[in-house]
């Protein structure tokens, strides 16, 4: 009972330095390279074009979603006791923190502010990945197989939106889209635990109206 307890104060210590890294400052990925090295920078005159003023609105929604990547994960992460599935999810998680961090530079180094509303788009992750968590593991890969998914078809959208001659953005957005379909391939494919269970429309429907949500006012705010 006593270690039940204090590994259930574990778990929630890690849910809150993971939140307050996340939002502001310090997390840490698996320290891979990130994808613009080597790459030419754009110049202070492009920067402020407003083809540059486009991308770094459309980046901060991307940064939004790694916001929200991170309260999904540590969701996942808080009632899961499978040791199978708390390795990926924890890879997982920190393959989504690189993104974080170069989707971070990426504002940085375009003067671009983050959205004020990231900390929300944390704890609703983080609230909704617990529910399905705690409907079973079916419910919970299901939900970030879809999760996963919704990533991809946005992210082929933006890599039609981002100006061509932003190389360093659309770098980020290639590796992003690979490393969320293999994401959505294992909880789609995984032998063990539980198989996935099929979500319903209306569960994929409301995931796509908050996706919107959180697209249209994280650009704008």
Same mark, same amino acid.
């Given at each position: 009972?006593?270690?039940?307890?204090?590994?259930?104060?574990?778990?929630?210590?890690?849910?809150?330095?993971?939140?307050?890294?996340?939002?502001?400052?310090?997390?840490?990925?698996?320290?891979?390279?990130?994808?613009?090295?080597?790459?030419?920078?754009?110049?202070e005159k492009e920067r402020l074009s407003s083809?540059?003023?486009?991308?770094?609105?459309?980046?901060?929604?991307?940064?939004?979603?790694?916001?929200?990547?991170?309260?999904?994960?540590?969701?996942?992460?808080?009632?899961?006791? =499978?040791?199978?599935? #708390?390795?990926? $999810?924890? %890879?997982?998680?920190?393959? *989504?923190?690189? @993104?974080?961090? !170069?989707? +971070?530079?990426?504002?940085?180094?375009?003067?671009?502010?983050?959205?004020?509303?990231?900390?929300?788009?944390?704890?609703?992750?983080?609230?909704?990945?617990?529910?399905?968590?705690?409907?079973?593991?079916?419910?919970?890969?299901?939900?970030?197989?879809?999760?996963?998914?919704?990533?991809?078809?946005?992210?082929?959208?933006?890599?039609?939106?981002?100006?061509?001659? =932003?190389?360093?953005? #659309?770098?980020? $957005?290639? %590796?992003?889209?690979?490393? *969320?379909?293999? @994401?959505?391939? !294992?909880? +789609?494919?995984?032998?063990?635990?539980?198989?996935?269970?099929?979500?319903?429309?209306?569960?994929?429907?409301?995931?796509?109206?908050?996706?919107?949500?959180?697209?249209?006012?994280?650009?704008?705010?």
């Open positions: 009972m006593l270690r039940r307890k204090k590994n259930s104060l574990d778990f929630a210590i890690n849910v809150v330095d993971n939140f307050l890294k996340t939002n502001f400052g310090g997390l840490i990925g698996s320290g891979r390279k990130n994808p613009t090295l080597g790459l030419v920078a754009i110049d083809s540059q003023d486009l991308s770094g609105k459309l980046m901060r929604i991307n940064h939004s979603g790694e916001v929200a990547a991170q309260g999904l994960y540590q969701g996942q992460l808080f009632f899961e006791t =499978d040791p199978s599935m #708390r390795s990926y $999810l924890e %890879k997982a998680a920190k393959e *989504e923190a690189d @993104h974080l961090v !170069w989707t +971070e530079e990426y504002l940085v180094a375009k003067g671009t502010k983050k959205s004020y509303l990231n900390p929300i788009w944390y704890l609703g992750s983080f609230g909704i990945a617990v529910f399905m968590q705690l409907q079973g593991q079916k419910k919970s890969k299901s939900f970030l197989a879809e999760t996963e998914r919704q990533v991809q078809t946005h992210l082929e959208k933006h890599l039609g939106i981002f100006p061509s001659e =932003d190389i360093q953005a #659309r770098a980020i $957005l290639n %590796k992003m889209y690979e490393d *969320e379909g293999e @994401h959505a391939d !294992w909880a +789609e494919n995984d032998s063990s635990g539980e198989d996935t269970k099929e979500l319903s429309k209306f569960e994929k429907r409301a995931m796509g109206v908050m996706s919107k949500v959180m697209i249209e006012t994280s650009r704008r705010i």
